[in-house]
């Protein structure tokens, strides 16, 4: 009886949202604008957060010696910035590591090379690179280092430029965030409004049904659900337009992005988690439909 | 079976429709409810299904109080009740079967039991030939008779019919009151709102009197059209 049932509401549904071909088109147009900019939010989100975590990698402290440090005071700084609460790991450059690093980069350059050939001695500075388990934590750091008894032999503590760039795009970031939850929420709205006056219309072309359905003690299942049904629909055909837009423009996007922001892989992230985004893009469309029906039927099915 | 007690009614704009009435129906009987228009019959008949509540008062149905239901159980206490109107109420889209299967579908009836109960139905009010004829291809008589099976359809205890001849010429009046006396001798109770003075004659059972909104006369047993 149940199976009977759900077949029998299901197939009003279905009819009713098929009835009226203009109108299914542009409650369905709507529906997959909405869940377009609610995909590209989640795209836009993974960009920033991806070349955020990459700059956060880069943050780091740098602290430089004076030529003049001797190494035992070089390496108790070095186990005073390792016990430091938040400190993940100390890396040690020696000045000759440091020299030779630089020839390295340096390789194609004949002046740089000839310079350094002039120069008596290495003029290269000895330091250690400090990274923390939480980009939180530098501030701190930075300030125990400042501290330490052997301050003197330390000629900078490169840090604090930076943070103000992290900082900068972080500010950036949550600017894009909330300026793209603004218009999905916005949007969102709108689709809600324009799929209420769709079943609306549904509900009024079948006021006579309605009625008949009422009088013979139609079960209020029988009555109201078919709507539900149907503003689902219009959410889960929605869902079903904005994944084959946006997928295939992902596939065109994604190298062009990269170009311009190395390591970020934005097709790869969509495809490696396509069966959470298909639930998640139905399941929006779909809560859409039948919040929106829902309103409709409280406001306009007395039983 | 219906009692209505001290019943007031007023719609929105606050207008009362009904001014404490009272009126008991015991199971089997057959009412004819008669009076000017807006005199409050078909607000009576509203009452009883519960499509309106009244502002003071208490109507029961059945040993149901209709205030004391919560909207789940209204269509139950519909299913008791078959209604029929003056316009028929038919789906002009579905044929005469499909008419009366629709009230078995929305109550969730299985294919089977459908297939088994329209047809007796449509057997008893005359229309077995007219099985796939659509709402158009029949005469207001034929109409009325298959808005009646509807009601019939979930065997009812109670028969509520409002103006049921409106549209119909004197024969097929006749036809459709013969056949809801048939339907109250088999025990169900029918209460038939009506401006047709012959039909209330002719039935010569109990009939009750409405004007603005009060019962000025109950003729309990062979009661007459008097205005």
Same mark, same amino acid.
């Given at each position: 009886?149940?199976?009977?049932?759900?077949?029998?509401?299901?197939?009003?549904?279905?009819?009713?949202?098929?009835?009226?071909?203009?109108?299914?088109?542009?409650?369905?147009?709507?529906?997959?604008?909405?869940?377009?900019?609610?995909?590209?939010?989640?795209?836009?989100?993974?960009?920033?957060?991806?070349?955020?975590?990459?700059?956060?990698?880069?943050?780091?402290?740098?602290?430089?010696?004076?030529?003049?440090?001797?190494?035992?005071?070089?390496?108790?700084?070095?186990?005073?910035?390792?016990?430091?609460?938040?400190?993940?790991?100390?890396?040690?450059?020696?000045?000759?590591?440091?020299?030779?690093?630089?020839?390295?980069?340096?390789?194609?350059? &004949? =002046?740089?090379?000839?310079?350094? $050939?002039? +120069?008596?001695?290495? /003029?290269?500075? !000895?330091? *250690?690179?400090?990274?923390?388990?939480?980009?939180?934590?530098?501030?701190?750091?930075?300030?125990?280092?400042?501290?330490?008894?052997?301050?003197?032999?330390?000629?900078?503590?490169?840090?604090?430029?930076?943070?103000?760039?992290?900082?900068?795009?972080?500010?950036?970031?949550?600017?894009?965030?909330?300026?793209?939850?603004?218009?999905?929420?916005?949007?969102?709205?709108?689709?809600?409004?324009?799929?209420?006056?769709?079943?609306?219309?549904?509900?009024?072309?079948?006021?006579?049904?309605?009625?008949?359905?009422?009088?013979?003690?139609?079960?209020?299942?029988?009555?109201?659900?078919?709507?539900?049904?149907?503003?689902?629909?219009?959410?889960?055909?929605?869902?079903?337009? &904005? =994944?084959?837009?946006?997928?295939? $423009?992902? +596939?065109?996007?994604? /190298?062009?992005? !990269?170009? *311009?922001?190395?390591?970020?892989?934005?097709?790869?992230?969509?495809?490696?988690?396509?069966?959470?985004?298909?639930?998640?893009?139905?399941?929006?469309?779909?809560?859409?439909?039948?919040?929106?029906?829902?309103?409709?039927?409280?406001?306009?099915?007395?039983? | 079976?219906?009692?209505?007690?001290?019943?007031?009614?007023?719609?929105?704009?606050?207008?009362?429709?009904?001014?404490?009435?009272?009126?008991?129906?015991?199971?089997?009987?057959?009412?004819?409810?008669?009076?000017?228009?807006?005199?409050?019959?078909?607000?009576?008949?509203?009452?009883?299904?519960?499509?309106?509540?009244?502002?003071?008062?208490?109507?029961?149905?059945?040993?149901?109080?209709?205030?004391?239901?919560?909207?789940?159980?209204?269509?139950?206490?519909?299913?008791?009740?078959?209604?029929?109107?003056?316009?028929?109420?038919?789906?002009?889209?579905?044929?005469?079967?499909?008419?009366?299967?629709?009230?078995?579908?929305?109550?969730?009836?299985?294919?089977?039991?459908?297939?088994?109960?329209?047809?007796?139905?449509?057997?008893?009010?005359?229309?077995?030939?007219?099985?796939?004829?659509?709402?158009?291809?029949?005469?207001?008589?034929?109409?009325?008779?298959?808005?009646?099976?509807?009601?019939?359809?979930?065997?009812?205890?109670?028969?509520?019919?409002?103006?049921?001849?409106?549209?119909?010429?004197?024969?097929?009046?006749?036809?459709?009151?013969?056949?809801?006396?048939?339907?109250?001798?088999?025990?169900?109770?029918?209460?038939?709102?009506?401006?047709?003075?012959?039909?209330?004659?002719?039935?010569?059972?109990?009939?009750?009197?409405?004007?603005?909104?009060?019962?000025?006369?109950?003729?309990?047993?062979?009661?007459?059209?008097?205005?």
């Amino acid at each position: 009886m149940w199976r009977q049932t759900f077949k029998r509401i299901f197939r009003t549904g279905w009819n009713n949202f098929k009835r009226n071909s203009y109108v299914t088109v542009g409650t369905t147009g709507v529906m997959t604008l909405v869940l377009l900019v609610f995909l590209s939010l989640i795209a836009l989100n993974f960009i920033s957060d991806t070349i955020v975590t990459a700059l956060q990698e880069k943050v780091d402290i740098t602290v430089y010696f004076k030529t003049t440090a001797a190494e035992e005071e070089v390496t108790t700084i070095r186990s005073d910035i390792e016990k430091i609460f938040g400190v993940r790991s100390v890396g040690y450059v020696s000045r000759d590591q440091a020299l030779e690093d630089f020839k390295k980069r340096h390789a194609g350059s &004949a =002046l740089i090379n000839e310079s350094l $050939a002039e +120069l008596e001695g290495n /003029p290269l500075q !000895a330091s *250690l690179n400090v990274k923390a388990n939480d980009t939180s934590q530098y501030s701190a750091i930075a300030t125990a280092i400042e501290g330490n008894k052997f301050r003197s032999s330390i000629d900078k503590i490169n840090f604090y430029e930076n943070e103000q760039v992290i900082q900068r795009i972080e500010r950036i970031s949550n600017g894009l965030r909330n300026w793209g939850l603004i218009s999905t929420v916005v949007l969102s709205f709108i689709a809600v409004l324009v799929t209420f006056n769709t079943i609306r219309l549904t509900i009024y072309n079948q006021k006579q049904e309605i009625e008949i359905m009422k009088l013979v003690g139609g079960s209020n299942r029988h009555v109201r659900f078919p709507y539900l049904v149907e503003g689902a629909l219009y959410g889960l055909f929605a869902g079903l337009f &904005a =994944l084959m837009i946006f997928y295939p $423009a992902m +596939l065109y996007a994604s /190298p062009k992005i !990269a170009r *311009l922001m190395p390591g970020v892989d934005t097709f790869g992230y969509f495809k490696h988690n396509a069966w959470e985004f298909i639930i998640l893009t139905f399941a929006a469309g779909s809560m859409l439909g039948v919040f929106s029906s829902f309103i409709a039927i409280r406001r306009f099915i007395k039983i | 079976m219906i009692e209505i007690k001290n019943v007031s009614t007023a719609y929105d704009n606050d207008i009362e429709v009904l001014d404490k009435i009272s009126l008991d129906i015991k199971d089997g009987e057959f009412v004819s409810i008669v009076g000017p228009a807006g005199a409050g019959k078909s607000t009576l008949l509203k009452l009883l299904t519960r499509e309106l509540r009244p502002t003071n008062g208490e109507v029961v149905v059945d040993g149901v109080n209709l205030a004391e239901i919560s909207s789940r159980e209204v269509p139950l206490l519909r299913r008791k009740i078959g209604t029929v109107f003056q316009d028929f109420k038919l789906l002009a889209s579905k044929n005469a079967f499909e008419n009366v299967a629709f009230a078995l579908e929305v109550v969730g009836a299985t294919g089977d039991e459908i297939d088994n109960d329209v047809p007796k139905v449509l057997a008893i009010v005359g229309l077995n030939d007219k099985i796939d004829s659509f709402p158009h291809q029949l005469s207001g008589g034929e109409k009325q008779r298959l808005a009646i099976a509807r009601a019939l359809i979930h065997r009812p205890r109670i028969i509520l019919a409002d103006e049921p001849t409106g549209n119909l010429d004197l024969v097929n009046s006749y036809d459709v009151l013969k056949l809801l006396m048939k339907i109250n001798e088999l025990g169900t109770t029918v209460i038939m709102v009506t401006h047709n003075r012959d039909l209330v004659n002719t039935v010569g059972r109990r009939v009750v009197t409405m004007e603005k909104g009060h019962i000025v006369r109950d003729q309990v047993e062979s009661g007459k059209y008097i205005i």
